[in-house]
């Protein structure tokens, strides 16, 4: 299928894998991007509220892409919604295209941060809810997906302490665990989580009903975390 063809279609999961396909080039971090590929899906397919249309809604739920070392796949997901044109898939990293290494929010409709240095985007999102409760907007949900490795860092450490104990209970982090992380903990890192004052759940990565069931979890008055477990990254 060419680009000219795939101009005005509607994607679905099943076209994904193609998507991400017409991305070539070096430094693509593949076991990166395809870690993150199901939970991307269910997010934007099911849970997120924000559509390309309204990118710039306010009352938009708010979606931060904190393992921006490898946006393959969710450069694949945002062109399935209509955030960006297929067009731009095949450009992927090249000088001239918007579609960088790491997703770039000026460049990249519907990216909230610019990101991949490791770390940091949890603790941009607890600043976002605390950012969006100051200005008493109630609706919109903030979500960040990380990845195990991520939870290295110290900065990590200090945002799951915050946002417990503050109560940011319309923030919401996915943590992709595909056993890179350099020291595992010994309870699982749900359990870190939850020391904390955070609801947590752990699901299976590659079941689409058992993350969107974790995903719609209530948990009121406390952040949510859900660890999307998938194979190892060495597999």
């Not at 319309?170 to 020391?195: C, K, M, Q, W, Y």
């Amino acid at each position: 299928m060419t680009i000219t063809e795939e101009r005005g279609r509607t994607y679905g999961y099943g076209d994904l894998s193609r998507l991400m396909g017409l991305m070539t080039g070096d430094e693509k971090h593949g076991p990166a991007a395809t870690s993150t590929l199901d939970a991307l899906w269910v997010l934007y397919d099911r849970v997120l509220r924000v559509a390309a249309e309204r990118a710039d809604d306010p009352g938009r739920d708010r979606f931060l892409l904190s393992k921006g070392h490898g946006p393959m796949a969710y450069y694949a997901v945002l062109a399935a919604k209509g955030f960006v044109p297929v067009d731009w898939l095949p450009g992927f990293g090249a000088y001239d295209s918007p579609l960088g290494h790491h997703p770039d929010r000026v460049l990249v409709p519907g990216a909230e941060i610019g990101s991949g240095s490791l770390g940091h985007g949890l603790p941009i999102a607890v600043g976002t809810a605390l950012g969006l409760r100051a200005q008493g907007l109630d609706a919109p949900r903030v979500w960040v997906l990380v990845g195990d490795a991520e939870l290295d860092e110290g900065s990590n450490h200090e945002a799951i302490a915050f946002a417990g104990p503050a109560g940011l209970d319309r923030l919401h982090t996915v943590v992709i665990d595909n056993a890179s992380a350099s020291h595992a903990r010994p309870d699982g890192i749900a359990a870190r989580f939850e020391a904390a004052g955070w609801s947590a759940v752990t699901v299976d990565g590659r079941d689409h009903e058992a993350l969107y069931a974790a995903f719609t979890a209530p948990h009121p008055g406390r952040p949510h975390v859900v660890v999307a477990r998938v194979e190892p990254k060495s597999a």
